[in-house]
C-alpha cells in the first residue's frame, strides 16, 4: 500500500495572512484530532478547502499558501463565493443536513444547489486523482463529498476507497424524498467501505440501497457485481488521554494561574456553595435542541420551584453557518428565550442562565467541563455528540452527572448517563432533580464504566480500526475477483 489520502470539506488547519506572511495553525476539531495519528505517521496528504474562497485569496500569495499547506501534508481544493453558495451553504447545509437529522420543514430541494455540489464533488475528485497514485489508500469524509467515491472509481477502478459518514443516515422513508437519491446512494458505493456511527444508521443506509437501487444486500454486505462493499459501524471516540491530561494539570494550577472565566467559576462556587452548574455546550445548530432545552429548563424551574437559586444553566453555543437563514432564527429565537427566562427569573443574587454566544480556546472548554456538576445534552438528533464524551473523559474524580439524549449517537455507547427524550419535558424535569440530588457514589460508579468504555475505545482505536476494516475489505475483494 502507499500513502493515505484524507479528504474532507475543510482542511486541519486555520490559514491566517498577515504582513508578517501567511501561518497555517493546526485546528482542534474532532476529526483533525481523529486523523491526527494516521495523518501524522508515516506518509499521508490531506485535500480539502482551505478556509478562504478564491475571492479572499489574493493571487500573489497563491504560491506561499501552498507552501504553508505542504508542511502540514495538505493539499487546498480552491473554492469559489458562488461554489461555496451553492455546494456548501445550499446543498450540504439547506439540503443534506436538515434532511438527515430529519427536519424536513427546513429541507429544500433546489436543481442549482444540486448542479453545484456535484460540479464541487467533481473538483475534490480531480484534486485527489492528480495529487494521489494507484496504491494510495483514500479515504473520504462526510455529507459534502458523498458523490466522491463513484468519480474516483469511474476513472481508477483499483483505487481503494473508504467513506465514513459523521452524520445521521436517516430512514429510507426520509431519504427517499430527495429527487437525487438514486445519484447519491450510487456515489457512495464508489467506495469499498462506508462506515457509520451506529448499526442504526449503517441499517438504514443498506434499506435504501435495496429498495431505491435494487441490489443485493446480504448482512451488511452490498454486492454491486463485480464487487462487495462492506458497510459497518465504527463509533468515534474521542483523544481520550488529552482531556484527561488537560484536566488533570488545569487541577494543579496554582490559583493565580487560573483563566479570568475559571476564577469566576471558582467565586461562583464559593459565594453559592450549593448552586449546582449545568452545563450545555454545542454549535448553534436546530438539531441539538438548545431552545427546547431552555423552554425545557423554565419547565423544570416552575414544577420545582425550591430548586430557583439553586441551580445555573451555561449555555455554550458556538456560532456556525450564520449565512443559512434557518441559523439566524434559530439564534433569535435563543436570544429572546434566554433573555425572557433570566429577565422574569432573575433575583438580586441569582441569574438562571450564563449564555456565551462565541466560540472559546481550548483552555476554558476545559474550565467548563471541570466546573459543571452536570452535563445536559439534548440534541434532537445527532450523529455522535463528542461533547458528551469529552465531559465525562475531565471528571477526574469520577463525579458528575452526565444527562442525554436518546437521538444522540453517543447514547448507545452510553447506558451508565441518564438518557432522556428532548421533547419530554415532564421526564427531564424529573432527570433533573434526580442529577442534582444523585449521591457521589452513584455518580463515580455510573462514570467509571464511561471512562473505561472512551479510554478504550479512544479517537485513535476509531480510526485504526476503520483502516484495518479497508484493508480486509480489499483481500476480500481480491479473493471475490479471483474466484
Ligand atoms: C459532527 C456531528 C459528530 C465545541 N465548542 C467549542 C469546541 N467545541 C468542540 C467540542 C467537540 C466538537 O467541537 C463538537 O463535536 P460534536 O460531536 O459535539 O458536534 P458537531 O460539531 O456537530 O460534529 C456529530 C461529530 O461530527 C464527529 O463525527 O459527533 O454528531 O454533528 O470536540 O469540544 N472547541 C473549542 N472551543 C469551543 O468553544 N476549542
Not at 495519528?37 to 506518509?43: L, V, Y
Not at 433546489?110 to 475528485?125: M, P
Not at 451506529?198 to 437501487?213: I, M, P
Not at 488521554?241 to 487560573?258: C, G, Q, T, V
Amino acid at each position: 500500500m502507499g500513502k493515505t489520502i484524507i479528504i474532507s470539506n475543510r482542511l486541519p488547519v486555520q490559514l491566517q495572512i498577515s504582513e508578517g506572511g501567511i501561518v497555517a495553525t493546526p485546528s482542534v476539531g474532532g476529526l483533525a484530532t481523529g486523523m491526527k495519528s494516521i495523518h501524522n505517521s508515516g506518509e499521508s496528504l490531506w485535500i480539502g478547502w482551505s478556509g478562504l474562497t478564491d475571492e479572499e485569496t489574493p493571487e500573489e500569495l497563491n504560491d506561499a499558501i501552498n507552501i504553508a499547506l505542504e508542511k502540514h501534508n495538505c493539499s487546498k481544493v480552491n473554492l469559489s463565493q458562488e461554489e461555496m453558495e451553492g455546494y456548501y451553504f445550499g446543498f450540504s447545509n439547506r439540503t443534506i443536513w436538515p434532511l438527515f437529522h430529519y427536519f424536513m420543514e427546513y429541507t429544500e430541494f433546489e436543481l442549482d444547489f444540486w448542479e453545484s455540489y456535484k460540479s464541487v464533488n467533481q473538483k475534490f475528485a480531480d484534486a485527489i486523482l492528480e495529487n494521489s497514485d494507484e496504491d494510495d489508500i483514500i479515504w473520504v469524509h462526510d455529507y459534502q463529498l458523498m458523490l466522491v467515491p463513484q468519480m474516483i472509481k469511474e476513472k481508477r477502478p483499483n483505487a481503494v476507497i473508504g467513506f465514513f459518514l459523521h452524520i445521521p443516515f436517516p430512514s429510507y422513508e426520509i431519504f427517499r424524498t430527495i429527487p437525487w437519491r438514486e445519484e447519491l446512494l450510487s456515489g457512495l458505493l464508489g467506495a469499498d467501505l462506508i462506515g457509520f456511527h451506529t448499526y442504526d444508521y449503517e441499517r438504514h443506509f443498506l434499506s435504501s440501497v435495496r429498495r431505491l437501487l435494487g441490489l443485493e444486500v446480504s448482512f451488511n454486505d452490498i454486492n454491486i457485481g463485480n464487487r462487495v462493499v462492506k458497510v459497518d459501524s465504527f463509533p468515534m471516540g474521542i483523544d481520550y488521554k488529552k482531556f484527561r491530561d488537560a484536566a488533570i494539570a488545569h487541577n494543579a494550577l496554582a490559583p493565580e494561574n487560573r483563566s479570568v472565566l475559571q476564577k469566576r467559576l471558582d467565586d461562583h462556587k464559593i459565594s453559592a456553595p450549593d448552586t449546582k452548574l449545568i452545563l450545555s455546550i454545542d454549535r448553534l445548530d436546530y438539531s441539538k435542541g438548545i431552545a427546547k432545552r431552555i423552554s425545557a429548563f423554565e419547565y423544570f424551574l416552575n414544577k420545582y420551584p425550591e430548586y430557583k437559586e439553586k441551580v445555573r444553566l451555561v449555555i455554550l453555543a458556538v456560532p456556525s453557518r450564520s449565512n443559512v437563514p434557518q441559523y439566524q432564527l434559530l439564534k433569535k429565537e435563543i436570544d429572546e428565550l434566554v433573555g425572557r427566562l433570566n429577565g422574569e427569573l432573575s433575583t438580586v443574587n441569582w441569574t438562571p442562565i450564563w449564555y456565551f454566544y462565541r466560540s472559546m480556546p481550548f483552555k476554558n472548554l476545559i474550565d467548563l467541563y471541570i466546573s459543571s456538576d452536570i452535563a445536559w445534552l439534548t440534541p434532537l438528533r445527532d450523529g455522535m455528540n463528542l461533547v458528551a464524551k469529552e465531559y465525562i473523559a475531565t471528571r477526574i474524580d469520577k463525579t458528575g452527572v452526565l444527562i442525554l439524549s436518546e437521538m444522540a449517537g453517543s447514547a448507545y455507547e452510553m447506558n451508565e448517563a441518564l438518557l432522556i427524550n428532548p421533547n419530554n419535558f415532564e421526564h427531564q424535569a424529573e432527570t433533573l432533580k434526580k442529577a442534582i440530588t444523585m449521591p457521589k457514589k452513584e455518580q463515580m460508579a455510573r462514570n467509571m464504566f464511561l471512562q473505561k468504555r472512551l479510554e478504550r475505545y479512544n479517537v485513535e482505536v476509531w480510526a485504526q480500526e476503520f483502516m484495518t476494516a479497508l484493508k480486509n475489505q480489499i483481500e476480500n475483494n481480491e479473493a471475490f475477483v479471483s474466484k
